[in-house]
């Protein structure tokens, strides 16, 4: 079956550092890759997905991926931590349903 | 910004008893999901609804398991006998289309305890 693996269970970044969030593919073809965050108490909200356009892809509140084919990567990155980014986000493909990687829970300091 | 709204955000029911899960999706979106989480694990895909038919469903959906989009609105799903293990977080979806790569949005959930 297609997947996808969050290679980080935890990630804990100190407030203004990069954060890194990795995501690989398991596929045969290129897939339709999103990333979703969800906040305490919060349904899970779009960060942004890519669909085989661009393979730099930019979302919401300075995050972006990169899709790269031949690492079958879809890492999440964002140049400096606030300390509202603490949530759990989620590397998620799709095949007409949903497949959810097992999620990344993000701290920051301050 | 429309948004997906979920009722309850908990329940709590006795093993063996019906319970329904209600679900607002945003207006204009025809295609409609059911996701669960069980805590701990990955979020699981469910169901898929469209054109007031199961357009789709994973091998969890089985016969204890119904959807229903009763009136204009409303989008439910229920399970019949609960079972303990059916505990978890229920997130309802909705995506204006069906292709790939159509995002879809999610309501806050709906956690079920099963005692």
């Known amino acids: 079956a297609q997947s996808v693996t969050q290679l980080d269970s935890h990630v804990s970044v100190s407030e203004g550092t990069p954060v890194l969030l990795r995501c690989n593919y398991s596929?045969?073809?290129?897939?339709?890759l999103f990333w979703y965050v969800q906040h305490p108490n919060k349904g899970l909200q779009l960060l942004l997905k890519y669909t085989s356009a661009a393979t730099l892809v930019k979302g919401i509140n300075g995050f972006e991926a990169e899709f790269k084919k031949s690492e079958t990567s879809f890492h999440l990155t964002k140049p400096s931590a606030h300390m509202s980014d603490a949530a759990e986000y989620f590397c998620?493909?799709?095949?007409?349903?949903?497949?959810f990687g097992a999620g990344t829970t993000v701290t920051v300091r301050a | 910004e429309p948004e997906v709204t979920q009722t309850p955000s908990h329940q709590v029911t006795q093993m063996g008893q019906e319970v329904i899960l209600r679900c607002v999706p945003i207006?204009?979106?025809?295609?409609f999901y059911w996701y669960r989480q069980i805590l701990g694990q990955k979020v699981e895909f469910l169901v898929s609804?469209?054109?007031?038919?199961?357009?789709?469903k994973s091998e969890i959906f089985d016969d204890q398991f119904s959807v229903e989009r009763p009136d204009g609105s409303n989008f439910t799903l229920k399970i019949r006998s609960t079972k303990l293990e059916d505990s978890a977080m229920y997130f309802c979806?909705?995506?204006?289309?069906?292709?790939?790569?159509?995002?879809?949005?999610f309501g806050p959930g709906t956690r079920l305890l099963v005692l």
């Open positions: 998620v493909r799709d095949d007409y349903k949903l497949s």
């Open positions: 609804f469209y054109n007031n038919e199961i357009s789709e």
């Open positions: 596929s045969s073809y290129s897939p339709s």
């Open positions: 207006s204009n979106h025809l295609y």
């Open positions: 979806a909705s995506s204006a289309a069906g292709g790939l790569g159509e995002t879809q949005y």
